[in-house]
Structure formats: structure tokens, C-alpha cells
């Protein structure tokens, strides 16, 4: 969609430098979402949580960020999107320096939730000055895949510098990290940055504001429950309530002279097919890289720090992949390439499915596949979504294009979660397993981990009999999501052959 458009003005050296100064928050908003996970055995000795508020403490930011992200959008093209860029930021640091010194859980878990407030202004700022700032479609997307690829390396980087905090700092340190990054992003924002707003949008329907911010909230409470728990009623009510709210919220849209999200784009069939095609490539593969850090660890027996470090080639792929589109998309159409990248993730997949034999090489091989597959979806996905808004209409547009990703990968966690869960305690479930009691068997259906738990308090040739069995059965629950994986692939291809053929005939 976005190769179609006419050619702007061409951005020049101040445009690139101010790129650079955007990528920083994009960087470190990924690393914040990895380093949390390894403080969380210290920080639940020290602040000694109870098992709701460890849930609220790891799922409340990203709630909130998914729930805020069509309201900021909307927000920044109306006060402007740097001005907004640089409110978030300040936020951000003050809420990390009190999550760094929290001293309850009930404090962590309210800076957490003003994180994920002030993170859900990152995203949409971000992207639509990008929008704004390289006017031209071919500079506009390679701007677009070192956005993508910052968000790369700050996942890559963000487990090795939370490890070395946490072995020399107390748990809060890992949130002090992206003190001097926001500090730097106030500082040179204002020099560098251009300022973008809409001079003729009307006031921010606050209506519409409040039904998008639940509709989301409650899709994602409930998909996340749903990963935790399973279907229950729960989530069930939860997702169902949060799409009859989204329902009203389109349909309010309709009658609105200022809509939080133009109506006309979900007109065209070809740019329905392309949100379905970013949101089902974000749900395969996150879905699968939930199995992915659990094989390492619990499979291959790695440490945290091991699994993190072997975890490098898939966001190198992804850095790689990212700004290799870009040049690609020069030559060949973006909704092709975007199936040829498709295509190769069903290799990756493919591979994936062989990891019981190929072992961690074949692992670290369908990451690198997988990777350089998807890279291109996501980063001219993002360009031909953004790209199909008007400039002025940038922010609710980055907006959708983040929301989709945030929603897809919920989803995926979820469906093939549970999927993968199922496979893996029928197939334990199946297993012989001599000396091994009830108890422990039922406990160790629930997870791997809860197996691994379960196998140490056993009697050796028991506790090593339960343990392999559930390797055994996890690896098959990995090599069968892995399939289904690879066939969902198969049919978000399809949709993105779809795009391509629409935009032919355009």
C-alpha cells in the first residue's frame, strides 16, 4: 500500500540524528519488558508478594500499555507527538526511580501500572514522527526497520545487563536502567526532534477513549487468564465483554466528525488483509517463542543467563532482516516480499520441528530462519499501515499498527499456550512411569518446570524416569505447535498474496 505512494521530500542529516535520538526509548521500553523477569526471584524474597499481586507486578504493564495505545495516538496528534514523546519520557523515569525503590508490592505494582501508562506513549510518538519526518515512501521504510531493530537489540541486551545488575545491585537496579536513557531523550528531544500536530483535530472524544481503553483491557486480561489458566468462565466473560465494547467503539466511530480510528481504512478489504496478515505473523511467533525459552532452559538444561545468551541469533536475525527489507522493498513489491518472508518462517518452522533431533544447533538455526522471515512482515507491515494514514492521522494509525502486535501476541501465548500445554500432558499423561506417585503425577501435568520440581523430590531412578518423560512429552508439544505453526504460516501467506493481487489491481 505504502509503494504506491507519491515521493516526498527527501529527510536529510538532521532527520537521520533525530531517528537516532527516537530509537532510544524504543530500546530501552523492549529491554524493560525482559529484565523484570530475572529480578523477580529476588524481588519476591524482598518484598515477599502474594501470588495475585506477582501477577499484577508482571502483567500490569503490559495491560496498560496495550489498553493506552489508540488513546496516546490519538493524543499526540492533537498536542503534538514530540511534546507528548517527552511527557512520557519524564514519566517514565520518575515511575522507574519508585519502582526502583519500592518499598511493598502495592508500591511496585502502582509504578509498574504508571510505566506502562507513560510506555504506551513510546510506540505511537515514535512512529508517527518517523511518518512525518521522512516523507519519502523508500527513506520512511528503512527508517521504519531501525525503528524495528531497536526494539531488536534492547530485547537482546536487556537479559545480559539485567544479569550483571543483578549480580552486583540489589533487584531494583534492573528499573534504573532507563533512567539516563529517558534523561538523554529530554535533553536532546527538544534540539533534534521536529514537532508534528494536527492544527485541526478537534478535542479528543473521551467516550470513545474510555471504550477502546476497556475493550482492549478486557481482550487482553482475559487472553492472558486464558494462558495462565485456561478457558474458564473468567476469561471467557472477559474477552466477550471486551468485544461488544470494541463493537460499539467502531460504531461510534461512524458518526464522528474527529474518529479515534478512520472508519474508511477497515473499508478496504486490502487493508483489512494486511492488519490480519501483521496480527497472525505476531501470534505464530510468539506463541512459539514462549516454547522456545523454556526448551533451553529446561530441555537443554541451560542457565538463564546461557538460554538469554543463545537467544542472541534470533534478534540479530531480526535486526538484520529488518534493515535488509527496506532495500529489497526497492525492487519488489512489499506485500510479495512480505509472502516470500512468510514462506521462509514456514522453513523455520519446519526446522523448529526437528529440534528433537538436530538439538540446540538445529534450535539456534530455525531462530535465525525464523527471524529473517518475519523481520520483513513486521517492518513493511508497519510502513504500508502507517503509511495508509494521512500524516496528520499518524499517531492513531501507529497506534492500530502496535495495538495489533500487542494483540497478536497476547493471542499467541494463549492459543498455542494452551495447545502446546495440552499436547504435552497427554502425551505425560500416556507415559509408563513406575515408582512415581499420584500426587507428584498430577503435578507435574501442570508445566515442565513443575515437573522438574516435582522429579527432585523423588527417589533418584523415579525423579530421573519423571523428568525425561517430560522432556520427551514437551519436545513432542514443541514439535506439534511447531506444525500448526507452520501452517498458520502457510495461510497468512495466503492473505498477504491477497494484498499483493488487491494492490495490482489498484
Not at 92 to 103: H, Y
Not at 197 to 209: I, M, V
Request: with cysteine.
Amino acid at each position: 500500500m505504502s509503494g504506491g505512494a507519491a515521493s516526498g521530500p527527501r529527510a536529510g542529516r538532521r532527520e537521520w540524528i533525530g531517528l537516532g535520538v527516537i530509537a532510544l526509548p524504543c530500546l530501552f521500553y523492549a529491554m524493560d519488558l525482559t529484565v523484570l523477569n530475572l529480578a523477580l526471584p529476588r524481588l519476591s524474597e524482598a518484598l515477599a508478594p502474594s501470588s495475585s499481586q506477582l501477577l499484577w507486578i508482571i502483567d500490569i504493564y503490559g495491560f496498560l500499555v496495550a489498553g493506552f495505545l489508540i488513546t496516546m495516538g490519538n493524543l499526540g496528534d492533537r498536542i503534538g507527538r514530540r511534546r507528548l514523546l517527552l511527557l512520557g519520557a519524564g514519566a517514565f523515569a520518575v515511575a522507574s526511580l519508585f519502582a526502583a525503590f519500592s518499598t511493598s508490592a502495592g508500591m511496585l505494582i502502582a509504578a509498574r501500572a504508571v510505566l506502562g501508562i507513560a510506555g504506551a506513549t513510546i510506540a505511537p510518538s515514535t512512529l508517527s514522527l518517523i511518518r512525518n519526518m521522512f516523507l519519502d515512501p523508500r527513506q520512511r521504510t528503512a527508517a521504519i526497520g531501525i525503528w524495528i531493530s531497536s526494539y531488536s537489540i534492547g530485547g537482546a541486551i536487556g537479559p545480559v545487563l539485567g544479569g550483571v545488575m543483578l549480580q552486583y545491585f540489589w533487584w531494583g537496579s534492573v528499573f534504573l536502567l532507563g533512567v539516563p536513557v529517558m534523561a538523554l531523550l529530554l535533553a536532546l528531544g527538544p534540539l533534534l526532534l521536529p514537532e508534528f500536530r494536527d492544527e485541526h483535530a478537534g478535542r479528543l472524544d473521551l467516550s470513545s477513549a474510555a471504550l477502546s481503553l476497556g475493550a482492549v483491557l478486557l481482550v487482553i486480561f482475559g487472553v492472558k487468564r486464558w494462558a495462565q489458566d485456561g478457558l474458564g468462565w473468567l476469561p471467557g466473560v472477559s474477552i466477550a465483554a471486551g468485544l461488544v465494547l470494541g463493537r460499539i467503539f467502531l460504531r461510534r466511530q461512524r458518526g464522528l466528525p474527529e474518529p479515534l480510528l478512520d472508519p474508511h481504512l477497515f473499508g478496504q478489504p486490502a487493508f483489512r488483509a494486511l492488519l490480519a496478515t501483521f496480527t497472525l505473523s505476531s501470534l505464530v511467533l510468539f506463541g512459539s517463542y514462549v516454547f522456545i525459552g523454556q526448551y533451553l532452559q529446561l530441555v537443554l538444561g541451560l542457565s538463564p543467563l546461557g538460554a538469554g545468551l543463545w537467544l542472541l541469533p534470533w534478534s540479530a536475525g531480526f535486526v538484520v532482516g529488518s534493515l535488509v527489507a527496506p532495500s529489497v522493498a526497492r525492487r519488489f513489491r512489499p506485500p510479495s516480499i512480505m509472502s516470500v518472508g512468510l514462506a521462509v518462517g514456514v522453513l523455520g518452522f519446519a526446522l523448529l520441528a526437528g529440534t528433537g533431533r538436530l538439538g540446540l544447533p538445529g534450535l539456534v538455526t530455525a531462530m535465525v530462519v525464523l527471524s529473517l522471515g518475519f523481520a520483513p512482515v513486521f517492518t513493511l507491515g508497519t510502513d504500508a499501515i502507517v503509511g495508509a494514514a494521512p500524516p496528520e492521522r499518524a499517531g492513531a494509525a501507529a497506534a492500530l499498527s502496535e495495538t495489533s502486535f500487542e494483540l497478536g501476541g497476547a493471542l499467541g501465548i494463549a492459543v498455542l499456550g494452551s495447545f502446546g500445554t495440552a499436547i504435552y500432558r497427554g502425551a505425560l499423561g500416556a507415559a509408563v512411569l513406575p515408582g512415581v506417585p499420584a500426587a507428584a503425577r498430577r503435578a507435574a501435568l501442570e508445566t515442565l518446570g513443575g515437573a522438574a520440581a516435582v522429579a527432585a523430590t523423588l527417589p533418584e531412578g523415579a525423579g530421573a524416569g519423571l523428568l525425561a518423560a517430560a522432556r520427551r512429552s514437551f519436545s513432542h508439544a514443541l514439535v506439534v505447535t511447531a506444525g500448526v505453526s507452520a501452517a498458520a504460516t502457510v495461510g497468512t501467506a495466503v492473505l498477504a498474496l491477497v494484498v499483493a493481487r488487491r494492490g495490482r489491481r489498484r
